[in-house]
């Protein structure tokens, strides 16, 4: 076991050295967890919330949902890749006399240590949230963290099982079983979904209700039936002695890199290769989808060029992908509601994907920008056409919206249009205007990106908001009104958009490649 | 006498780092010619190359290509400039087609003209039978091929080109070398950057040999034999370590190390 900590030291400096040494030093990954502090103690504290005014079985089931859901990542885990293995360690350590036990066990420290330090300050507010919620004592964080700790060895110790017996026993049978274990793992969802069906999933000897019950009982003061305790203890010893009998099965040979990048870096080489695989499905869409450079001026040359690479990297599915779940949501949400507008919200679902598609410019189109520059054209051109399909994309995204809300009986008011199609246009402007200027580079933690995202969906609103004040105040809702609030909405989006092209003149002419 | 295509004076870059990559660099390249630029890593050849086609900007000097002075008009030039970097980057998402279509257009080709420019190219680097395939399904080869159509489209009167034979096979360096020879003699002036001492010896009507951001000598074989006292059967790659060895590279010294617990360790 003499390798252990060599190894564990070696994946801790190859995942939290970068951030460490970036220019900030620490203090990225202190904000990051102190970002997540008030999310897990809104989350620990709404579920404790809900579990006060339910009854035990419900409360048990809920717990067990929770513990199922750990579980079943575990086991997505174990299905993908397994253990969290940096490129270099398998040129480098696999390929010495490392035994897969050690390896293993420091995999397994490893990913303790790092969900710990990554997220052990959101994780105990989110326990102490769900303790306010449910009205307890705070002194029952700590049995309950032991509670947790003791799974998170559990599924890691599953995780590392089913990843051995999948490299070492190929043929699908690990994973045909691997897979009715991940859905069993949501066996308690059932209870959630059927009150009714709470007591049989408390009573059922599957670890995730165990595991809750064990925790319920804790908060609740009441002693630990022996009969959990037992069960629990049988699961530990039958998940550690098959770990135990499998974790020195050679399985190097089937380990896939996974961690190419540290904490918040960005691995421009593996980034390339996913977007290659993204482009090998999408580009069979070559015929159909096509960019004509015979055809149209310069800037619907590159107008056409920018949204023939949002389609063809996937950026496009991925968006569609995005806006279904805001649609679903949005539906479900304002079904139960009295509402009949459409929720500001959901109109908003078109001012994300410019941003992510503003962010995968800067991965993986701004390198490819020498052609540009060298080739003697205006680059005000190519930032215009770049501009003009963030907003083809946006409203685009807004039509599919608006017309499944119509369809679904919801109407919409004049200013929230005007706020929609401005801030649309301002996150188009801001966000191109953004990229002549912000080089991202593949640092930890690029302030860049950063920078990117909020100002881009901030100056946007801002925008927006102004458009739909200068509406409201026109008001009315007679024909004519209703025609001069249309006509401010345009010439307000229109004068955005123009102040955009003005400033992209200046801003492209001043663009530095490298 | 040819005319003059390239002529940088004193160039001085220094980068962000501290860096300095060019130290003075002079160069003068005719029309006709095939200049190598030969030097070891970090020499400045590719920094060199990348203010010439307007892709960095030097800190002092001066630089005039095509009878431009390219820091005081850095546009009107390029449309005479045809530039292939070392491994470049290409729109993956991109068909062959398509990205030597947008190197068209953004060449100022004219559209009835351009189809047939595309398929020339195409079938004269043997680019035809991945016409319709993405960037990113191709070779590295491949790559490097569309990467000089991509130069060449609009017949440029000078050429440069950074490290064009990396990761060709034999018979698609043989093609892109008789392309240049055949260029050259059509009166274009190429500039190219290669470590292939052999090629640059037979390819290369002139040597520029560069070493820590100065041209350290230029000429043909047997003016680098004559000005480095050098024997009439050297090779240029005898010549080259004769000349970068004699500069003198210093010792390199350890860096202080880093590490994750203590933040400079000696």
């Not at chain 1, 050690?102 to 949230?129: K, N, P, R, W």
């Not at chain 1, 550690?240 to 996974?258: D, I, Q």
């Not at chain 2, 009878?67 to 290409?90: R, T």
């Not at chain 2, 003198?248 to 590490?259: A, I, K, Y």
Request: proline letters at 4%; aromatic letters at 8%; hydrophobic letters at 50%.
């Amino acid at each position: 076991m003499s390798n252990v900590l060599a190894l564990l030291a070696y994946k801790l400096k190859m995942f939290f050295g970068p951030s460490y040494r970036g220019r900030f030093g620490p203090l990225p990954l202190i904000g990051l967890a102190i970002m997540l502090v008030p999310t897990g103690l809104g989350m620990g504290y709404a579920i404790g919330s809900y579990m006060y005014t339910v009854d035990a079985d419900m409360a048990i089931a809920t717990l067990g949902v929770l513990f199922g859901a750990g579980l079943a990542f575990g086991f997505i885990f174990a299905l993908g890749v397994g253990v969290a293995a940096h490129p270099s360690e398998l040129d480098f350590l696999m390929t010495a006399p490392v035994r897969p036990r050690e390896y293993l066990i420091a995999d397994m420290l490893f990913e303790f240590s790092t969900l710990v330090l990554t997220g052990g300050i959101s994780m105990l507010s989110a326990v102490f949230g769900f303790l306010w919620g449910m009205g307890k004592p705070a002194w029952l964080v700590v049995p309950l963290l032991l509670v947790a700790g003791l799974f998170m060895f559990f599924v890691f110790a599953i995780i590392q099982i089913v990843t051995v017996l999948r490299i070492t026993r190929p043929g699908g049978r690990v994973r045909t079983v691997a897979l009715v274990l991940l859905l069993l793992s949501l066996l308690p969802l059932a209870a959630l979904a059927n009150p009714s069906l709470s007591a049989t999933v408390r009573a059922l000897p599957i670890p995730q209700s165990v595991f809750g019950t064990v925790a319920y009982d804790i908060m609740f003061g009441t002693s630990v039936s022996l009969v959990d305790a037992a069960v629990l203890a049988a699961y530990m010893v039958a998940v550690g002695a098959v770990w135990l009998s499998f974790s020195n099965t050679y399985f190097f040979h089937g380990v896939r890199p996974t961690l190419s990048a540290g904490l918040g870096q960005i691995d421009m080489g593996t980034k390339m290769a996913q977007q290659r695989r993204l482009i090998g499905v999408f580009g069979r869409t070559t015929g159909t989808v096509y960019l004509n450079v015979l055809t149209g001026s310069d800037l619907s040359l590159m107008t056409r060029l920018n949204l023939v690479r949002v389609w063809r990297d996937g950026s496009f599915a991925f968006i569609g992908f995005l806006v279904a779940i805001w649609l679903f949501s949005g539906l479900s949400g304002t079904s139960s509601g009295n509402s009949t507008g459409v929720p500001i919200t959901l109109l908003q679902a078109g001012t994300w994907p410019i941003t992510v598609i503003a962010i995968n410019w800067c991965y993986y189109e701004r390198g490819n920008l020498w052609i540009a520059v060298v080739g003697g054209k205006s680059l005000a051109t190519y930032f215009k056409g770049l501009m003009l399909s963030l907003m083809v994309i946006g409203f685009g995204i807004t039509a599919v919206i608006l017309c499944v809300m119509t369809a679904a009986g919801h109407s919409l008011r004049a200013r929230d249009v005007a706020f929609t199609v401005v801030s649309l246009v301002g996150d188009s402007v801001v966000a191109t205007m953004l990229l002549t200027k912000i080089q991202v580079k593949p640092g930890a933690f690029s302030a860049g990106l950063l920078v990117v995202m909020f100002a881009t969906l901030m100056s946007g609103a801002v925008f927006g908001l102004a458009a739909s004040l200068l509406v409201g105040i026109l008001g009315g809702t007679t024909a004519l009104m209703m025609a001069v609030q249309t006509a401010a909405t345009i010439v307000f989006a229109a004068a955005v958009a123009l102040v955009g092209m003005l400033a992209l003149d200046r801003l492209a002419r001043g663009f530095e490649f490298s | 006498m040819p005319a003059i295509t390239v002529q940088a004076e004193n160039l001085v870059k220094v980068y962000e780092d501290g860096t300095q990559a060019l130290d003075r660099l002079s160069l003068t390249a005719f029309e006709g010619e095939i200049m190598g630029l030969i030097g070891p890593n970090g020499a400045g050849k590719t920094t060199a190359i990348k203010i010439m086609v307007g892709l960095l900007r030097p800190d002092a000097g001066r630089v005039t290509v095509l009878g431009h002075d390219i820091l005081a008009d850095p546009i009107e030039y390029k449309s005479g400039v045809g530039y292939m970097p070392e491994a470049p980057a290409l729109p993956e998402y991109l068909t062959t087609y398509e990205f030597l279509g947008y190197v068209g257009r953004v060449r100022n080709i004219p559209k009835d003209k351009l189809a047939a420019r595309i398929e020339e190219l195409m079938r004269e680097l043997e680019l035809m039978p991945k016409a319709y395939a993405t960037v990113s399904t191709l070779s590295k080869g491949m790559r490097a091929k569309l990467a000089f159509a991509a130069a060449t489209i609009h017949s440029p009167k000078l050429l440069i080109l950074d490290e064009p034979l990396l990761g060709i096979d034999p018979a698609g360096q043989h093609l892109i070398k008789d392309r240049l020879a055949d260029m050259a003699k059509r009166g274009c002036s190429i500039l190219v950057s290669t470590h292939q001492l052999d090629t640059a010896e037979r390819l290369c009507s002139k040597v520029a040999i560069i070493n820590k951001g100065r041209n350290i000598i230029t000429g043909d074989l047997a003016g680098l034999r004559s000005q480095a006292h050098a024997g009439e059967h050297q090779t240029l790659e005898e010549i080259f370590l004769k000349l970068t060895e004699e500069a003198g590279l210093p010792e390199p010294e350890l860096p202080p190390r880093r590490s994750l617990f203590s933040r400079r360790v000696r």
